[in-house]
Structures are given as structure tokens and as C-alpha cells.
């Protein structure tokens, strides 16, 4: 049994290196694609898991409950995302494959390539609009204060579908043409440190702002309407609940789930790793989750529970819109949130063109037009779409489910031959197990959300 391992991981390690370290017969070996170091990829992995889901989770722990949400929730979504990059990498260093698209062929043939590439794709776009949806909200709103504006009087440049088609065209586009995902590695830290700052700003709020929130004329704004509802003035109103269960509830697994993908962005990092193996990735994994687990973790702690709106500097804003310290931290979130598109786009790019172009080498032409078109259609969305909750919630309940646990498990069970894990042993159980997890929350989040939609519009119609 020993020796069938040995054998099975030397060709496990011969078929990786034929696939991604070609080389001319008795020539210096050329290597591809394996230059990023340790830390650059984890500023890149830290830096898509992070994204716009931290604005959100705020809202979700409001609607849930400091025990339901911190203590069982978001520890469990970590660990079983950490696991489900063990799954994905383990698939990929069986056949020697690092993209997602082509475990998805090996294990379903086109079918599965095209399914991969199809969720991939909409999570990303997906992800990629609640990006440029905060740019949307949040930037005429840094210029209204810089400008010393206390409303926004309808200029072209406090138009929010204005300044996201700036953004895109003067920082996002340009990046978004790099070559390789590791060059990012230094945005992606920057990016990185806007939101520490982020996070040591809403921390210092926590013992700054009044509860329940007063605006500049000492107004209590308790009675602000919040998701469908409306909250009352009571003493409940400014504290972390123990537990708690609403229809807003039917948000917070999709929004956990969406604060916690990463997954269409492991194996294109993992490509361009420098001295590659899968326990040097899944170490790059495990100390992205960790680091993110923490931020996430001291936001939701520190941030007023009961008083929170599905983005969270909305909240801050109807305490004082001219604040110093909020204008900062909205630069901030803006900076780090228009850094991340571009590590996004990558996967989205990667699955079209083992679509539409498989077998073709890079073509400079093609991979900035593909890159071009995709801005350009998440442009489209973000100026039609309503809320960034629903964004998260929608693509939360769907793709994310789909990447975190049913796509890695299926993979798993189809692609490690029975020679290494039979049907039956325990690995492949939990593989199948842990898939059926990911389908359960795709079927209850979009269930529960579809009834919140429905209430919700039925108390709309009868005046509520």
C-alpha cells in the first residue's frame, strides 16, 4: 500500500510539472508562472475573501445574534472554507490541473467545464458589482464633503454612474490588463491596509457614537426605517442581542457565505506561486482565512448590532455626513474595494477563455478586450441595480454555496481515483457530506430570501 502511494504522488508530481513547468529536452528549464512569493499571494487571496463583505456582515450579526452569528456561523464558514480548498487543491494535484474549469471537465467532461466557468463567472461579475456599487454610493459622497456640500445638488460629478464609468476607465481597466495576478500582490496590499483602517476606525466609533443615533440637531433617529421593517425607540435598540431570528435573517448565510469566497482565485494563485506544492498553498489559504476570520471577528464586535444598515457607512453617515474621520474611512473602503476588481476579474477572464478560447496562447489583443467588455457589463449592472443587499444575498445564496462546498466536494469524489480513496472511505463521505451541506443552504437561503422578497412587497402594497 506504501509504495502505491510513493507511485501515485510521483506521477501526481511529474504530471503538475509537465503541465506548468514545460521545458526543451536538455536545455535550461524554463519556468512559468511560478514567480509570485508567499506573501504577495496571500495579500492576493486576503484581498478577494475580504472584498465588500465586510460592509455587510454588520447587518447580517443586527439580524442574527452575537451567539448564532460569532460563535457557530462564522467559525463554521471558515473552517469549512479552508477544508474546501483542501478538496480543490487535493482534485488539482491528482491530474495536475490548476484550473477550476478543467476539474470541472475531468470530472463531468464539457458539461461540468461549462458549469464551472458559468458560476464562476456569475460570481465574480456578481462580486465585482457590489464593488463598484459602494464606489457608486460612497464616492459622491467623499466628493458632496470634500466640496463642504450637506446635500448633493445634481453636478455630473456627484452622479454615482458617472464616477463608477471614471473609476473603471482611469484605475480599474489599467490594472485589470496586467499580465499576471501575482503583479497585484502590491495593490492587493494596499488594499489590505485601507481596511485595517477600516477596522480601527469602526472600532473607535464604537465608543464614539451615541446610541440610539442622534443627527446634528439631537433627533433620535430610532424610528429609521430598517430592511422592510421599521425599529422602534426602546432601550433594545443599541443592544447585541443574544439571539435573534427575523425576516431579515434569510440574509445572513448567503452574506457569510459571499465574506468567505475565494475559491475561483485559489488556483490561479496557486499557478503562479513560487515553489509550488499544495501544502504551501493550502498554508497561503489557511493564513488568508485566519486573517480574515479576524477582521471579520473584531468588526462584528465592535460595531452598534441593532442599529446597522445593510452597508455599514451608511450608518455612520446619518450621525454626522461631515465627519472627518468617516470621510477617511470612506476613502478608505473606496480605495481597497476599487483595488479588488481587478483580482476578481482574473477568474472570470480565465473561465471565458477555456470557453471560448482553449486552446489558444496569450494574446495581448484578446485578453484586454475580454477585460474591457467585462467592466464594461458590470458598468451596466451597477447602475440597475437597486440594493448591494441584494447582491450579496442573491449571489450569496447561489454561487457562493456552489464554489464553497458543492463544487469542491463533487470534484473530490469524481476525480481522486479509487485506487487512492475508495467510494466508500471516510474522505470521500465527507467530500459527499459536505456537498450536501452546501446544496441544503443554497435551497434554504434562497427559500427564506424569496419569502422576505414576497412579504416584503405585500406589506409595501398594503401600506406599510
Excluded at 501575482?182 to 483602517?197: A, E, K, N, P, Q
Aim: aromatic share 10%.
Amino acid at each position: 500500500m506504501t509504495s502505491g502511494f510513493c507511485r501515485f504522488d510521483g506521477l501526481d508530481a511529474l504530471a503538475e510539472q509537465e503541465e506548468f513547468l514545460p521545458h526543451k529536452s536538455g536545455s535550461k528549464k524554463e519556468i512559468h508562472f511560478t514567480d509570485t512569493s508567499f506573501g504577495m499571494s496571500i495579500f492576493n487571496l486576503s484581498n478577494a475573501i475580504m472584498g465588500s463583505g465586510i460592509l455587510g456582515l454588520a447587518f447580517a450579526m443586527s439580524n442574527t445574534g452575537i451567539i448564532l452569528l460569532c460563535e457557530i456561523l462564522l467559525v463554521f464558514i471558515a473552517i469549512l472554507s479552508a477544508y474546501s480548498i483542501h478538496l480543490l487543491l487535493k482534485s488539482a494535484g491528482v491530474v495536475g490541473i490548476r484550473a477550476y474549469e478543467q476539474l470541472g471537465n475531468r470530472a463531468f467532461g464539457h458539461p461540468g467545464k461549462m458549469l464551472a466557468a458559468v458560476i464562476i463567472t456569475v460570481h465574480n461579475i456578481g462580486a465585482m458589482s457590489s464593488y463598484l456599487f459602494i464606489v457608486k454610493s460612497e464616492l459622491p459622497l467623499v466628493i458632496q464633503a470634500f466640496l463642504g456640500k450637506q446635500e448633493n445638488t445634481g453636478e455630473w460629478f456627484l452622479n454615482g454612474n458617472f464616477l463608477i464609468i471614471i473609476v473603471s476607465a482611469l484605475i480599474i481597466l489599467p490594472l485589470a490588463t496586467m499580465k499576471q495576478l501575482g503583479y497585484l500582490g502590491y495593490t492587493s496590499g494596499f488594499s489590505l491596509s485601507c481596511m485595517v483602517f477600516f477596522l480601527i476606525s469602526v472600532i473607535y466609533k464604537k465608543f464614539n457614537i451615541p446610541c440610539p443615533l442622534e443627527d446634528e440637531d439631537h433627533h433620535n433617529l430610532s424610528h429609521l426605517s430598517h430592511g422592510h421593517g421599521y425599529i422602534n425607540g426602546t432601550d433594545d435598540f443599541c443592544e447585541a442581542k443574544m439571539f435573534t431570528i427575523n425576516s431579515q435573517t434569510a440574509y445572513t448565510i448567503p452574506i457569510l457565505a459571499f465574506a468567505f469566497v475565494c475559491h475561483p482565485e485559489v488556483l490561479p494563485i496557486y499557478t503562479e506561486l513560487r515553489d509550488a506544492t499544495k501544502k504551501r498553498m493550502q498554508n497561503v489559504a489557511n493564513i488568508s482565512i485566519l486573517a480574515m476570520f479576524i477582521m471579520y471577528l473584531s468588526e462584528l464586535h465592535t460595531t452598534h448590532y441593532c442599529n446597522v444598515e445593510s452597508e455599514l457607512l451608511h450608518t455612520y453617515s446619518r450621525v454626522d455626513p461631515l465627519d472627518v474621520l468617516v470621510l477617511c474611512v470612506r476613502l478608505a473602503v473606496l480605495v481597497a474595494v476599487t483595488l479588488t476588481v481587478p483580482v476578481v476579474l482574473f477568474p472570470i477572464r480565465r473561465a471565458l477563455l477555456q470557453i471560448l478560447f482553449p486552446d489558444k496562447p496569450f494574446h495581448w489583443a484578446r485578453h484586454i478586450i475580454i477585460a474591457f467588455c467585462l467592466i464594461s457589463l458590470v458598468n451596466l449592472l451597477v447602475i440597475f441595480v437597486p440594493s448591494i443587499r441584494d447582491i450579496f444575498g442573491l449571489i450569496g445564496a447561489t454561487s457562493a454555496p456552489s464554489l464553497i462546498f458543492i463544487l469542491p466536494g463533487i470534484f473530490y469524489i469524481r476525480i481522486v481515483p479509487e485506487e487512492q480513496e475508495p467510494m466508500f472511505s471516510r474522505s470521500k463521505i465527507q467530500a459527499a457530506c459536505f456537498a450536501a451541506v452546501g446544496f441544503i443552504f443554497m435551497v434554504m437561503s434562497l427559500s427564506f430570501i424569496i419569502i422576505d422578497w414576497v412579504t416584503g412587497e405585500s406589506r409595501s402594497g398594503g401600506g406599510h
